[in-house]
């Protein structure tokens, strides 16, 4: 596990968010064991493979506007990372992926049975936890669990008849990823005692926050020269997987000179390689990549626009970091 955050904080707060991190950690693989031990080692396969805990950390930062040793902030932290998780074991059964976090996946060294149940039984450690936190923890996971399954649905049948599909797309963001982003921050301040306005502000902050991290690393998959989102550059362009920018090209925001050549190839089977670099050159060259940028850029400003009403403490400046480091991302 990396325990390292990928923007600065203030020494004393930064010392904190390490030591409960760790036991975060320590928790998680506990939650993870099982009494039957493939089920345990199919469990704990993407705990060891590591990862950034980002929704465990913005918990811990978002308990500082209350008390950050009230008794639910790490057990809140293990929730969000165990239904995380178990949403990644179900996305690559979708997906058929091979590979996630460095490590073959779940499904590709079991079968795609092992996959589903593993993510079912993480799905179930996150509500025993949540047990314990009481009836608004439980109501807030479940209603955050329907968005993430509604998503999953709109993305995999797509927009229907006359609906905008970049309206489409946005909405299926919002619900894959920045409603359990949401989750993070509003868990995290609840559980400490923080004021009903100062939750609320964090909940909507954290899923504008989720959402400029989601169009950042769309556009990092066309414009990166390296594998810095994580995954071979251009691979949602082969997938077939349009993204904020593909879809701002195929609506006829800004022009080039080669516009109806780039539309064509993104309407077309981009598995071909020689196809797939022609799309990507001329796509990473479009204006549409700028206006991508730009609407990263306005929803990271939005959150910070709501965390400035927030009262002036290190997990305030903290949080405006984290807005800076995502659209410092893209340059």
């Known amino acids: 596990m990396s325990s390292a955050v990928p923007f600065g904080l203030p020494e004393g707060l930064a010392s904190d968010v390490r030591e409960r991190l760790a036991a975060v950690e320590e928790l998680l693989l506990a939650s993870a064991r099982g009494d039957d031990p493939l089920l345990s080692e199919a469990s704990k396969h993407l705990v060891d493979a590591g990862g950034k805990r980002f929704r465990a950390m913005l918990v811990l930062l978002a308990s500082h506007f209350g008390n950050p040793d009230a008794p639910g902030v790490v057990p809140a932290a293990v929730v969000v990372e165990l239904t995380h998780l178990a949403t990644l074991y179900h996305d690559d059964v979708m997906d058929e992926a091979t590979v996630r976090r460095g490590q073959e996946s779940a499904n590709s060294r079991w079968n795609n049975t092992v996959a589903i149940l593993t993510g079912d039984y993480l799905f179930a450690r996150a509500s025993d936890l949540l047990a314990d936190l009481g009836p608004e923890a439980v109501r807030i996971q479940a209603r955050a669990f329907a968005r993430l399954v509604r998503g999953q649905i709109q993305e995999t049948v797509g927009p229907a008849e006359g609906v905008d599909p970049l309206k489409h797309y946005l909405s299926v963001m919002s619900d894959k990823t920045g409603s359990l982003i949401a989750v993070s921050g509003q868990f995290g301040a609840l559980l400490a005692g923080a004021s009903p306005e100062v939750v609320e502000t964090i909940t909507s ?3 504008k926050i989720g959402i400029a ?8 998959d066309i414009a990166s020269e390296t594998e810095e989102s994580g ?8 997938e077939g997987i349009r993204t904020l920018p593909m879809h701002l090209v195929l609506e006829g925001v800004g022009s080039g000179p080669d516009d109806e050549r780039l539309r064509e190839l993104l309407v077309t089977d981009l ?12 796509l990473r060259a479009h204006p549409a990549m700028d206006r991508a940028r730009a609407d990263m850029r306005s929803w990271a400003e939005d959150a910070r626009a709501d965390l400035l009403t927030l009262p002036d403490i290190p997990a305030r400046a903290a949080f405006i970091g984290l807005c ?3 659209v410092s991302r893209t340059g």
């Open 324 to 326: 800076d480091y995502v």
């Open 231 to 238: 995954k071979t550059p251009g691979t949602d362009l082969r």
């Open 213 to 220: 991290f989601q169009l950042c690393d769309d556009i990092l």
């Open 205 to 207: 902050a954290c899923e």
């Open 271 to 282: 598995t071909d390689d020689v196809l797939h670099a022609e799309a990507l050159a001329l």
